[in-house]
T-cell receptor, first 111, second 111 residues
Framework: GENVEQHPSTLSVQEGDSAVIKCTYS??????FPWYKQELGKRPQLIID?????GEKKDQRIAVTLNKTAKHFSLHITETQPEDSAVYFC??????????FGTGTRLLVSP | DGGITQSPKYLFRKEGQNVTLSCEQN?????MYWYRQDPGQGLRLIYY???????QKGDIAEGYSVSREKKESFPLTVTSAQKNPTAFYLC??????????FGQGTRLTVV
C-alpha cells in the first residue's frame, strides 16, 4: 500500500525567508498530490495540489513540484509571513481513491 | 449550506463501550474517509469508501468499524476492542477529481 514520508517534522524560519517541505511516496500508481494547512484546533484546509501529468504548479507565494521518477514532491513557500505558521501535510492518492497523508511539518515563522 | 458535517464535536466514552461518530456530506462526493489524529501527530487512515456499499481498511482499522449504506453518510463505530481510542477523529469526502474536504472533527475522550 501507499506510504508517504514527510520532512522535516519542524521548520523554523524568519519572516521573509523561504520554506521548503519535502515528501516521498511509494505507490507508483498515485496520481494526485494535495497539500493541506492545519491551524491549531481547526480542520485541515487544501492550499495547493498537483496531478501526475504536471511537474510544477504555482499559486502566488506557494508552489509545488513533482518528480514522478524519484517519487518526490515538495511544497515551497516564499516570503513567509507569521500567518503561515501552522502544520502542513502532504498526501498522495492511489488506487481505490485511497488518500494517505504524511506525518506533518510544523512551520514556525518568526517576525 | 453545503459541506461535510461531523457530530458530535466532543464525545466521552466509558471503557468497554462502543460509540458511533457521525459524518454526513451534501457535496455529492463518492469517496469518504476516516482519519485519526493524535496530539502532534499526522493523519492516520482508519477506513475509506470509494462508493456506496463498499469500503476498505486503512492503516489502523483494528478496533473500528464503518458502514456506507447511503452516499451521504459514513458513520464510524469505535468498539471496545480499540484499546486507546482517545484522539481527534476527522472525516473527509472527495470527488473523483480528488480534492478532499474535511469535517470539523470529533474529539473522543475515554473516561
Amino acid at each position: 500500500g501507499e506510504n508517504v514520508e514527510q520532512h522535516p517534522s519542524t521548520l523554523s524560519v524568519q519572516e521573509g525567508d523561504s520554506a521548503v517541505i519535502k515528501c516521498t511516496y511509494s505507490d507508483s500508481a498515485s496520481n494526485y498530490f494535495p497539500w493541506y494547512k492545519q491551524e491549531l484546533g481547526k480542520r485541515p484546509q487544501l492550499i495547493i495540489d498537483i496531478r501526475s501529468n504536471v511537474g510544477e504548479k504555482k499559486d502566488q507565494r506557494i508552489a509545488v513540484t513533482l518528480n514522478k521518477t524519484a517519487k518526490h514532491f515538495s511544497l515551497h513557500i516564499t516570503e513567509t509571513q507569521p500567518e503561515d505558521s501552522a502544520v502542513y501535510f502532504c498526501a498522495a492518492r492511489g488506487g481505490f481513491q485511497k488518500l494517505v497523508f504524511g506525518t506533518g511539518t510544523r512551520l514556525l515563522v518568526s517576525p | 449550506d453545503g459541506g461535510i458535517t461531523q457530530s458530535p464535536k466532543y464525545l466521552f466514552r466509558k471503557e468497554g463501550q462502543n460509540v458511533t461518530l457521525s459524518c454526513e456530506q451534501n457535496l455529492n462526493h463518492d469517496a469518504m474517509y476516516w482519519y485519526r489524529q493524535d496530539p502532534g501527530q499526522g493523519l492516520r487512515l482508519i477506513y475509506y469508501s470509494q462508493i456506496v456499499n463498499d469500503f476498505q481498511k486503512g492503516d489502523i482499522a483494528e478496533g473500528y468499524s464503518v458502514s456506507r449504506e447511503k452516499k451521504e453518510s459514513f458513520p464510524l463505530t469505535v468498539t471496545s476492542a480499540q484499546k486507546n481510542p482517545t484522539a481527534f477523529y476527522l472525516c473527509a469526502s472527495s470527488s473523483d477529481r480528488g480534492i478532499a474536504f474535511f469535517g470539523q472533527g470529533t474529539r473522543l475522550t475515554v473516561v
